[in-house]
């Protein structure tokens, strides 16, 4: 094994180690380069044809993952926090929120915490306007009066 195909050994391991500290698929790419890198260096000495088959290799890697991962991010994109889903619907105050305060309200059943431009009292029926973070935004809402 040559100085080259040391080197090229270290940079496939190098590689690899970033990407498992990383976990976001930044240097997977390279790592793939770098190994088919080694392998040619087993077949010639020239460090330029090495370097050129690492770079080729490396971004035809790159040109025809990022597409399909992105695509396969975008169909299952996991929803680590479900406040999102709870814009537009209605709740109930548990712990007045207060003017610049964090409060609590219960929404489709679950409690979240919650702020508001407007002090709320506990029981007043608001709506989900926004998330922040895992904070849901709110505003006080009227029900409609019954007449009897």
């Given at each position: ?46 460090v330029a044809v090495q370097f050129v088959v690492f770079a080729l290799v490396s971004a035809v890697t790159l040109a025809i993952m ?30 007045a929120i207060l003017p610049g305060e964090i409060g609590r309200v219960r929404v489709d059943g679950l409690d979240w915490q919650a ?34």
């Amino acid at each position: 094994m040559g100085m080259d195909s040391v080197v090229w050994l270290v940079a496939v391991v190098a590689f690899f180690i970033l990407e498992a500290i990383t976990t976001a698929l930044v240097s997977v790419w390279f790592a793939v380069g770098a190994a088919v890198a080694l392998i040619v260096s087993f077949f010639t000495t020239s460090v330029a044809v090495q370097f050129v088959v690492f770079a080729l290799v490396s971004a035809v890697t790159l040109a025809i993952m990022v597409p399909l991962l992105a695509k396969h991010r975008g169909q299952n994109a996991p929803i680590t926090n479900g406040a999102r889903l709870s814009v537009g619907k209605r709740g109930i105050v548990l712990l007045a929120i207060l003017p610049g305060e964090i409060g609590r309200v219960r929404v489709d059943g679950l409690d979240w915490q919650a702020r508001a431009d407007a002090a709320l009292p506990k029981g007043a029926r608001v709506e989900v306007t926004d998330v922040d973070g895992g904070v849901l935004v709110v505003h006080a809402v009227q029900e409609p009066q019954t007449t009897r």
